[in-house]
């Protein structure tokens, strides 16, 4: 669908708990109408309508659709529904952005992406964490060589503390403790396409992941090692169980470091990012991020980038052909764990 109109008319699907990040990001958005919400749940569309300002519920997607005619879908529901609406949508010639995880399976996510592309409709992936202010900075001092020219190694240490409790997950996300795979699935597909951003493609991993919360159904801890395409190397250490010192945990989802030849870049938990060039003290980088939203304000870049990728028929970052590059790293990861064996030659 071409966009001339400087102006978008949008709905969203999905009432659920995150959906309020993606609702105070439309609205925020000057070159975003939305018009509608539908949740199969009406209370819960309604309340989100009333909130945000929104005219129109349903409680069908397809009756939305019809009525509507809307320039572009947002897709905020469980990731086993989002085939067969992502089906309705490309129907009707729809553009979507989705939230992640795409789908359940590999095979559901490809087939996914194609249904978009054989309708000639744009699909783009909500994949916030590359759109973290922090994550774009690192990304500019790489370009800027300011730790070098060549990439050694990029490390994450992730400890989320929201996982060991008898009532973990229940309140927030309660589908967490049935799900088969939770940790990579749900939280490491995003240090994938984070790490794919700075750093370039994955070219093979190895994995050890553990289960350290008997009531969950899914893994909940993990060592991913990651080597790239360029010959630096990665790590994410993670734990949903074990708790962080700092304040807020899910303001950056971890501590990072880059090292280049010429030297280290460092995120800590509160934001602040500093470089250390070799033989020379650590100074702190000044760069804008605030506490709005979710995670320093990173749903309303995705969406941002979303509406003017659109609008200026430009590529997405995270099309449904490049977010299948991080879901056949997430699947190398799965195998990688249950095989005990480094898994290469992943693209």
């Not at 990439?151 to 989320?160: N, P």
């Not at 590059?325 to 992943?346: F, G, H, M, N």
């Amino acid at each position: 669908m071409s966009h001339n109109d400087q102006t978008l008319r949008g709905v969203a699907i999905g009432a659920g708990y995150f959906s309020q990040f993606h609702y105070d990001a439309w609205s925020r958005l000057p070159s975003v109408d939305l018009q509608a919400v539908c949740d199969v749940d009406r209370a819960k569309a309604e309340s989100v309508a009333s909130r945000f300002d929104i005219p129109q519920v349903f409680t069908d997607a397809a009756e939305m659709f019809d009525s509507v005619r809307p320039d572009f879908v947002d897709i905020i529901t469980r990731p086993d529904s989002h085939l067969p609406l992502v089906q309705l949508a490309a129907e009707r010639g729809i553009d979507i952005i989705c939230q992640k995880p795409l789908a359940p399976t590999f095979a559901e996510s490809v087939r996914l992406v194609e249904v978009a592309a054989q309708a000639d409709i744009r699909l783009m992936v909500h994949e916030n964490f590359r759109f973290q202010p922090w994550h774009r900075e690192i990304k500019k001092l790489l370009r800027q060589g300011v730790v070098g020219d060549r990439l050694h190694t990029l490390e994450c240490r992730t400890r989320l503390g929201d996982g060991w409790q008898e009532d973990a997950y229940l309140s927030r996300q309660p589908y967490f403790v049935t799900m088969p795979q939770l940790l990579i699935f749900e939280s490491g597909v995003h240090f994938i396409d984070t790490y794919r951003f700075l750093a370039g493609e994955i070219s093979g991993v190895y994995a050890s992941l553990r289960k350290l919360n008997e009531r969950i159904a899914g893994e909940d801890a993990g060592i991913v090692m990651f080597e790239f395409a360029s010959g630096a190397m990665g790590l994410w250490d993670a734990s949903r169980f074990n708790e962080s010192n700092c304040e807020d945990p899910r303001y950056t989802f971890g501590e990072f470091l880059v090292e280049g030849n010429g030297g280290s870049i460092r995120l800590y938990a509160d934001g602040r990012l500093t470089v250390q060039p070799l033989d020379l003290p650590e100074h702190d980088i000044v760069y804008e991020h605030n506490r709005k939203n979710f995670a320093a304000d990173c749903v309303f870049f995705t969406q941002q980038h979303f509406v003017d990728s659109l609008l200026n028929e430009r590529p997405f970052e995270t099309s449904g052909e490049e977010y299948l590059k991080t879901l056949k790293v997430q699947e190398a990861i799965y195998q990688s764990a249950a095989t005990r064996q480094p898994v290469r030659d992943v693209g």
